[in-house]
């Protein structure tokens, strides 16, 4: 995965010069579902394209909205989980990995 990661971003850079944080952000994120898929590594990959719908959004708020809106047992269980945790807890982790990106 290492090499496949390094040949893209090197074939990226080589075709504009510079890479942009967007453009490495979906290199990492395509290499992330190919291997979760590939692997089949449990419960994340049987849901990650549901985790992605639900959890692409710009703010925690949307997330809780794109949970009550799907109705499946994973988006029921997630924001039942979710409810049981302090709001500013959640705030604060969600804008915290929205920056470490």
Known sequence: MVDQLENELRQLAGKKGNLKEKEV???LDKLTVC??????SGYISEHIDEIN?????????????????????????THS???KNSPTSLLL?????????
Request: glycine residues 2%; hydrophobic residues 35%; aromatic residues 8%.
């Open 35 to 40: 291997e979760a898929r590939e692997n089949n």
């Open 25 to 27: 952000e979906q290199v």
């Open 53 to 77: 719908a639900l959890f692409t959004a710009d703010s925690f708020e949307e997330i809780i909205q794109n949970l009550q809106r799907k109705d499946s047992e994973f988006s029921t269980l």
């Open 81 to 83: 989980n979710l409810r």
């Open 93 to 101: 982790a969600f804008h915290q990995l929205r920056e470490g990106r």
